[in-house]
């Protein structure tokens, strides 16, 4: 295949970057390599199609950017149909793109829900006998992929009551959106524990009411000994009066048995 239909779609596209163009030929010749020896024939994928999805992964291997809406058009296929070609080519030529839970935080703005999301994926992971980090290929499910990660980062927006567009976490969980509401459910659940255990207080920490009701008590108990400072005083003034006045009655009747 000569690269003049590279070429022709590459200029609709407005792409001008030789070293694009050069990408999107060397991944179309990879990709009916790939599909011939792995024997997927034409893998269902129409041939300007193909071409159109070379340059878009081309394009963004390269850092550059095409209009959407005019790659689908172009491709001649529905955004649907494209997606889901994209996605064929995207895991014959293993071009996929692995997004952390970091990574899709910043992408959807809402980074102070990875902590949670990551607590849940890793305790979803676990309870289904699998590990984030595991590297066993004998294992069936691997839950660092796209549809986890956002379903998990999604459950703990929902939760802490974080806005983030849903529509747009199906589109990169890639996968289809029923499969995705269903692990929105059961994390939820996880969700909901995980928080839940959070609020119970350690044993080495007071809650702020048991602090508070200490520190009526100290006022209570500082108030119960002014008043006892109090009447003390009073009961030392009253002695001082007595001792006064025996004083006085004493002069007084000095005074008059000298005076008889």
């Given at each position: 295949?000569?690269?003049?239909?590279?070429?022709?779609?590459?200029?609709?596209?407005?792409?001008?970057?030789?070293?694009?163009?050069?990408?999107?030929?060397?991944?179309?010749?990879?990709?009916?390599?790939?599909?011939?020896?792995?024997?997927?024939?034409?893998?269902?994928?129409?041939?300007?199609?193909?071409?159109?999805?070379?340059?878009?992964?081309?394009?963004?291997?390269?850092g550059?950017?095409?209009?959407?809406?005019?790659?689908?058009?172009?491709?001649?296929?529905?955004?649907?149909?494209?997606?889901?070609?994209?996605?064929?080519?995207?895991?014959?030529?293993?071009?996929?793109?692995?997004?952390?839970?970091?990574?899709?935080?910043?992408?959807?703005?809402?980074?102070?829900?990875?902590?949670?999301?990551?607590?849940i994926?890793?305790?979803?992971?676990?309870?289904?006998?699998?590990?984030?980090?595991?590297?066993?290929?004998?294992?069936?499910?691997?839950?660092?992929?796209?549809?986890?990660?956002?379903?998990?980062l999604?459950?703990?927006?929902?939760?802490?009551?974080?806005?983030?567009?849903?529509?747009?976490?199906?589109?990169?969980?890639?996968?289809?959106?029923?499969?995705f509401?269903?692990?929105?459910?059961?994390?939820?659940?996880?969700?909901?524990?995980?928080?839940?255990?959070?609020k119970?207080?350690?044993?080495?920490?007071?809650?702020a009411?048991?602090?508070?009701?200490?520190?009526?008590?100290?006022?209570?108990?500082?108030?119960?000994?002014?008043?006892?400072?109090?009447?003390?005083?009073?009961?030392?003034?009253?002695?001082?009066?007595?001792?006064w006045?025996?004083?006085?009655?004493?002069?007084?009747?000095?005074?008059?048995?000298?005076?008889?």
């Amino acid at each position: 295949m000569d690269g003049s239909q590279i070429e022709r779609l590459a200029a609709k596209l407005g792409i001008t970057s030789q070293r694009t163009k050069r990408k999107a030929n060397e991944l179309l010749r990879l990709a009916e390599v790939r599909a011939t020896t792995g024997g997927m024939g034409s893998y269902n994928v129409s041939g300007s199609c193909k071409a159109v999805i070379c340059l878009d992964l081309a394009a963004q291997q390269h850092g550059e950017t095409v209009d959407k809406a005019s790659v689908i058009k172009l491709s001649g296929t529905t955004k649907k149909m494209y997606t889901a070609s994209y996605k064929i080519l995207e895991n014959l030529l293993d071009l996929q793109t692995r997004l952390t839970l970091k990574d899709l935080a910043v992408k959807f703005g809402c980074t102070g829900s990875t902590e949670l999301a990551t607590k849940i994926l890793t305790r979803y992971s676990q309870d289904h006998g699998g590990s984030l980090d595991s590297t066993d290929d004998e294992s069936s499910i691997d839950f660092t992929t796209p549809l986890f990660q956002s379903a998990a980062l999604y459950t703990a927006c929902k939760h802490q009551k974080v806005k983030v567009d849903k529509q747009k976490m199906v589109e990169i969980s890639s996968g289809k959106k029923y499969v995705f509401d269903k692990l929105v459910v059961e994390m939820t659940k996880l969700a909901a524990k995980l928080t839940e255990k959070t609020k119970i207080v350690s044993p080495g920490k007071r809650s702020a009411n048991s602090l508070m009701q200490d520190v009526e008590k100290s006022l209570q108990d500082i108030g119960a000994t002014n008043k006892q400072q109090k009447l003390a005083d009073t009961t030392e003034e009253i002695e001082d009066y007595e001792v006064w006045k025996k004083r006085i009655l004493e002069n007084a009747r000095k005074a008059l048995a000298k005076q008889s």
